[in-house]
């Protein structure tokens, strides 16, 4: 007999009525049988995903707005820092010392506060908007914090990439409440409604969360890794992840032979990998190295892809996969951000230390920001990296 799925709770209560009253049992009667298939377990997955009417999905990212959008955040990992930016003016507000080693930030929902994720010393801190300070930092016991997220005011979901686990962490109280247990080297996140995305560094896998279970119910391998970011567009269902994938026994051992840019499409609804609608970057666009973060522009089916190996954003059209544009940027650039209305794109530069400003009309850099004034690496140090 073949097994049926059902998508919903409600589903599965109307084929139980229809086979009692096929069967000519009473609904106001009790039956162990219909007791005993109340009781099983409903099979997984078994999730709707959420209205995208009505849910807005976050992802981790170098760069957040505050709730207005007049102010923006951005975390500088080379000095320990948090800086404040009024992009419209290009003024650097500020810069405020934080844990060590700043990877990720957040905004809470009212735009009181911004959390900051730091690698070094698996911490989070909380900067206070109104006060212009840090005012707490909170300890996430476990090894290597990287990926942070926020859909509310008083809860974070943080990746720890050395301990394996993501950790929920009540902002208010400042302390960890429920740790879950991942594969190997949890990074980025994205969140949407009940359901937490998570990538894996080396692997390329994605697992997802099921937060009402406070658990991973699957995990799927992308055939990449160098897995760092994530993108969602909710009107379509889709997710796209930058990758590198590998190809170490190639005999040709040329730079064009061995690693091949990517990103990959994810589908949420049946959470799997879309192979067809994959970009390989090194045939869309110029040659390209590193793919690091990702942003969507779900109106005019653009994706935006960082290459921080390139120091250049591709503009890709999703629908033939080609590139629109290739623009230089600063060094290292790690972070990507659409503005309210699309008309700008933010990209973070890692390595030097500023913020291009992109119009998406033209796909010119229109101003390029030194957003941390702080960090104190040599300049032969600086070339090197770059």
Known sequence: MPTTRYRNSSHLLAAICLLMLAGGISLLQPHTDIAAAQDEPTPLPLFALPDARTNEAFTSNTLAFNETNRLLVAVNALSDTLSVIAPVSGELRGQFE??????????????????????????????DFQLEQVISTIALGGRWAYGVVTSSNDLAYVTLQGSNEVVVVDVIR??????????????????????????????????????????????????????????????????YLPQTRSYSNNPTATYDARLFPVVNVLSLTGFNVEYRENIPLSTADRPVNMPFATQVDPFRRWVYVANAGSNNVSVIEIESGTALASIEVGANPRGLLLNNNNTQLFVHNFIDGTL????????????????????TLSADVLIGAA
């Open 174 to 239: 400042g302390e960890v409440i429920e740790r879950i247990g991942t594969p190997p080297l949890p990074t980025a996140l994205a969140l949407w409604g009940d359901f937490l995305y998570v990538t894996h560094m080396w692997s390329g896998d994605v697992s997802l969360v099921y937060l009402p279970q406070q658990r991973i119910v699957d995990t799927i391998p992308t055939g990449a890794g160098m897995s760092a970011g994530i993108s969602v567009d909710i009107t379509r269902g889709l997710a």
């Open 356 to 375: 291009s400003i992109v119009d998406t009309a033209t796909f010119n850099v229109v101003d390029s920001i030194p957003i941390d004034t702080q960090f």
């Open 98 to 127: 934080v844990g060590d080693d700043p990877r990720s930030v957040a905004v809470t929902m009212d735009g009181s506060r911004a959390l900051i994720a730091n690698r070094g010393d698996a911490t989070l801190s909380v900067y």
